[in-house]
């Protein structure tokens, strides 16, 4: 069975017993509320988006859910190209809040497997907690599997979390119930027969028999402490059903292969992989297969990482997918053979293959490819920079006298120019030097602990906050009426003053108030939450609302009362701040155009990664590798005001079916969760998003878009400022008045171009006047005499406030002058230092090398540089310890003698 097949019948199977199909969430996590989601760091289960189902933060559309859900997970990263890792993987999830239990979702587990499926169930075996009698009787007495076949584990390996009951932490929690199959080969298989039932289906041996496809997770307890700290579990009032099941397993075990790798997910992959290198996958433990197995495994975490906004950068997701990149290079380049980018060129076999289900790949073809090749093209240029460190190191004073390269060192080669540290021990070894890799560990371990202490990750499952804001609001969702309205009477549902709910407050407190309904849009999409006031003129308050933000499908006003009392259940005038919406409005539909604008003129790779839309501003950034020339952002601004000269209308969609407005072409944000119903915004023949802000209903009113900065975000992600309306109006006055104080200040009241242009050519002469007057300064100085060392001609002086080029051209003549010999000048300007060195041809051949002396020298001045074997340049930080750096030069010299000798 196929595995599109096996993913197309779970669903089915699901939804024929009354669940409701719903989209998967992005790699990036995120719950069904749209929080971004901190105890993990990619989404790695089905379950993760529905944690406020499962707290009763949020109530599910429906009791019963299924999905397929991509997941990456890296913790063995290191071992993919064997046959049974992989980083990124689909699993199918099944889930129940308070609906069915254990009675029902069981022997569906066994039906699906065995009768849709088809595996045999003479080769499955269970396990569940030791103590759950409840599910031991199912399996045994319903499903009719002997007692040797189902294992009874403790809470480390059948308890969710695991060991949860001991450790912790608090929370939601449950006993857990695995699938196991048997994948012996048919010679074991015979020889079972000899075997006790214990014996032929103990899962708890080390010979790799059996494999995990599928796991149901029972969540029935609640999880505390009581005084004493002993750990209590008490039984949840909704019992829940969470299960996970791998689509890649069951892949290759319905399909009869040996492992997912030759299975119809990987096939097409590897004999792209094959073509592009001129080599064959064979399916065996080979060096070569593995680099088979790393590259195209790789190729699809990183296809999905990217379709899902996550970019190679140097922390969080970020790091994590530039290493899977990268180690997909280094596999591709020293085994397969490649000396080109190739990521990029097998990246659209996996995009062909699931894009039918996952309908994003091929939406962000353009995106995929671009980030992939440019994060390649990338590494090849630091590996080869890198190199030129690693020689640096192996010539280094401190490794010719230790004969080995420091840990440190090490560590800087493989986390600045991601440079393996098995690429670096190789290096060394072919010259007899050895890597301290004790130390390389050790700032290893030391940066991932640094990185989990900046990552933000919660350690509890369910956090408290989650917890607290089901809590706190308990309330339904709030009406919302801003679209059509920007003023309407309302009712006061709750008010919150400390997180802490109260029945009223008074004049000069600040609270948060739900209402009935509101006019108030709460920030969301990059959309700046409304502002505005509250008020009852019959009851004499006044509140002003000085943020609107939403939580749990609850609007939350943050209020300043001003006047009179606010009470639960009053009766209140909402009135939004309308010149401050609009104005906000203005910069949401230049966004929407901008995109737009940005697409047709960078190319379809654009995607937005994220943006602010206040009422003074907008912020927008965007998928680009390269910052945009002077005629781009030109181009760019000039489309988007051309729209607005046309006047066209914004026409707003409500209520389309997700799956419409896709076919339609809308765009949609990377990470963000949409429900099976949305909201579209068209420019026509321009733009068409999915959106949920408040809009111009023309792009005229818009007034003047006017880009005012453009720079980078991060890796492959640009920022573009702009401002609308009356704020674009002020920038162009501040513009001119710039202008205007330009030409004062040149004397030029028409023509400020030649002005300037005559003012600058005045300053070059001066510029190189200077500079012919600090060389011939230089020249003049007077040098000291040469003195022996090593049986060398050297030269080392300090120049006063001589400048790099005229340091380098007296080291030139003073070389010359000594036929023979070593030259090192240094010169003190403004406080730092610069060096430059010249080496005569005959001592080269001899082991001499300036970039070597140089760069050794300037460190002890606290600064580096190097340079070729004949010349070289430095500069250093602390010129108290020029002296010392020029003193150390005779000593470099002997070392290097010594080397070559």
């Given at each position: 069975?196929?595995?599109?097949?096996?993913?197309?019948?779970?669903?089915?199977?699901?939804?024929?017993?009354?669940?409701?199909?719903?989209?998967?969430?992005?790699?990036?996590?995120?719950?069904?509320?749209?929080?971004?989601?901190?105890?993990?760091?990619?989404?790695?289960s089905g379950m993760e988006q529905f944690k406020p189902y499962f707290t009763g933060a949020a109530v599910p559309p429906c009791p019963r859910i299924t999905t397929v859900q991509k997941c990456v997970r890296t913790v063995d990263i290191d071992s993919v190209g064997d046959f049974s890792h992989c980083t990124f993987f689909e699993m199918l999830g099944n889930f129940s809040f308070g609906d069915y239990f254990k009675a029902e979702v069981i022997p569906w587990t066994w039906e699906f497997l065995t009768k849709v499926v088809g595996l045999e169930p003479d080769r499955l075996c269970v396990t569940v907690?030791?103590?759950?009698?409840?599910?031991?009787?199912?399996?045994?007495?319903?499903?009719?599997?002997?007692?040797?076949?189902?294992?009874?584990?403790?809470?480390?390996?059948?308890?969710?979390?695991?060991?949860?009951?001991?450790?912790?932490?608090?929370?939601?929690?449950?006993?857990?119930?695995?699938?196991?199959?048997?994948?012996?080969?048919?010679?074991?298989?015979?020889?079972?027969?000899?075997?006790?039932?214990?014996?032929?289906?103990?899962?708890?041996?080390?010979?790799?028999?059996?494999?995990?496809?599928?796991?149901?997770?029972?969540?029935?307890?609640?999880?505390?402490?009581?005084?004493?700290?002993?750990?209590?579990?008490?039984?949840?009032?909704?019992?829940?059903?969470?299960?996970?099941?791998?689509?890649d397993r069951i892949a290759f075990l319905s399909q009869g292969k040996r492992s997912v790798f030759e299975t119809d997910l990987f096939g097409p992959i590897l004999d792209r992989i094959a073509d592009l290198c001129r080599k064959t996958y064979t399916g065996t433990a080979s060096a070569q297969d593995f680099a088979f197995r790393v590259v195209a495994e790789h190729v699809r975490s990183m296809v999905f990482c990217i379709a899902d906004g996550i970019l190679p950068s140097n922390e969080g997701r970020g790091y994590v997918l530039r290493y899977i990149m990268r180690r997909a290079i280094r596999f591709g380049r020293s085994v397969l053979g490649f000396d080109e980018p190739f990521l990029h060129r097998i990246a659209p076999g996996v995009i062909e293959q699931m894009g039918d289900f996952y309908t994003e790949l091929p939406e962000r073809e353009a995106l995929i490819l671009a980030a992939i090749h440019a994060e390649e093209e990338q590494f090849l240029r630091t590996l080869d920079r890198g190199m030129r460190i690693l020689e640096g190191f192996l010539q280094s004073e401190a490794t010719v006298k230790t004969g080995r390269i420091s840990g440190k060192d090490a560590f800087d080669l493989y986390s600045t120019y991601g440079f393996p540290i098995g690429l670096t021990e190789d290096l060394a070894r072919d010259k007899g030097i050895a890597v301290d890799k004790e130390e390389f560990e050790r700032e290893l371990a030391l940066q991932r602990l640094q990185s989990q202490q900046g990552s933000n990750i919660e350690r509890d499952v369910f956090s408290s906050s989650a917890r607290k804001t089901a809590a706190g609001t308990n309330l339904p969702p709030t009406d919302f009426r801003g679209y059509d309205h920007t003023t309407l009477e309302t009712r006061v549902l709750a008010l919150y003053k400390n997180g802490e709910p109260v029945e009223k407050a008074t004049a000069g407190e600040q609270v948060t108030v739900a209402l009935q309904q509101t006019p108030f849009y709460a920030e969301s999409g990059g959309q700046v939450g409304d502002t505005g006031r509250l008020y009852s003129q019959a009851e004499g308050v006044s509140a002003q609302v000085t943020d609107t933000r939403r939580t749990a499908g609850v609007i939350l006003h943050s209020v300043q009362i001003t006047e009179g009392v606010l009470r639960t259940d009053q009766l209140l005038q909402a009135e939004v701040d309308a010149a401050r919406r609009l104005a906000v409005m203005r910069n949401h539909t230049a966004t929407h155009l901008l995109q737009a604008a940005l697409r047709s003129v960078l190319g379809q790779h654009v995607h937005q990664k994220g943006s602010l839309v206040a009422p003074d501003r907008l912020r927008f950034d965007f998928t680009h590798n390269h910052p945009l020339s002077a005629a781009e952002r030109y181009e760019v601004e000039e489309m988007v005001n051309r729209q607005l000269l046309q006047d066209e209308a914004v026409l707003i969609y409500h209520d389309v079916p997700l799956e419409e407005a896709r076919k339609k072409g809308a765009m949609a944000l990377f990470g963000e969760k949409y429900g099976d119903r949305v909201r579209m915004v068209e420019i026509p023949g321009f733009s068409l998003e999915l959106c949920g802000g408040t809009h111009l209903q023309r792009t005229a009113q818009i007034g003047l878009f006017k880009i005012v900065s453009e720079s980078g975000s991060s890796s492959g992600v640009r920022r573009i400022e702009a401002v609308t309306g009356e704020a674009a109006l002020r920038h162009v006055r501040r513009e001119e008045e710039t202008l205007e104080q330009a030409s004062a200040l040149l004397r030029s009241s028409s023509d400020l171009l030649t002005a300037l242009q005559r003012t600058l050519a005045r300053q070059r002469e001066l510029e190189q006047e200077v500079r012919r007057l600090q060389a011939g300064s230089a020249a003049q100085s007077?040098?000291?005499?040469?003195?022996?060392?090593?049986?060398?001609?050297?030269?080392?002086?300090?120049?006063?406030?001589?400048?790099?080029?005229?340091?380098?051209?007296?080291?030139?003549?003073?070389?010359?002058?000594?036929?023979?010999?070593?030259?090192?000048?240094?010169?003190?300007?403004?406080?730092?230092?610069?060096?430059?060195?010249?080496?005569?041809?005959?001592?080269?051949?001899?082991?001499?090398?300036?970039?070597?002396?140089l760069r050794e020298a300037a460190r002890i001045a606290g600064g580096g540089g190097g340079g070729r074997a004949d010349f070289a340049t430095a500069g250093g930080k602390n010129p108290e310890r020029l002296a010392d750096a020029l003193k150390a030069i005779d000593q470099l010299i002997e070392q290097q003698l010594k080397t070559k000798e």
């Open positions: 069975m196929l595995a599109s097949e096996i993913r197309r019948k779970y669903l089915q199977f699901f939804q024929e017993r009354g669940h409701m199909r719903l989209p998967g969430a992005p790699l990036s996590p995120v719950d069904v509320l749209g929080v971004p989601d901190r105890s993990v760091l990619f989404t790695g907690y030791a103590d759950d009698e409840e599910a031991y009787k199912i399996w045994n007495e319903v499903i009719g599997l002997p007692p040797d076949r189902i294992h009874r584990q403790g809470e480390n390996k059948n308890f969710w979390p695991a060991s949860v009951i001991s450790q912790g932490p608090d929370g939601p929690c449950g006993p857990c119930s695995e699938i196991f199959y048997r994948i012996a080969p048919p010679e074991e298989m015979t020889a079972d027969a000899a075997l006790t039932p214990a014996e032929r289906y103990a899962i708890d041996d080390e010979a790799g028999r059996w494999v995990e496809i599928w796991n149901n997770v029972f969540t029935q307890f609640n999880r505390s402490t009581d005084a004493e700290g002993n750990p209590l579990l008490t039984p949840l009032p909704r019992r829940n059903n969470d299960t996970g099941a791998g689509l007077e040098l000291p005499e040469p003195h022996t060392a090593a049986g060398i001609a050297v030269l080392t002086a300090e120049l006063p406030e001589a400048g790099a080029e005229a340091l380098a051209n007296r080291a030139d003549a003073a070389a010359q002058k000594l036929k023979s010999g070593v030259v090192a000048l240094a010169s003190v300007k403004e406080g730092k230092i610069s060096f430059a060195a010249r080496v005569t041809p005959d001592l080269i051949e001899k082991g001499l090398h300036a970039g070597n002396l």
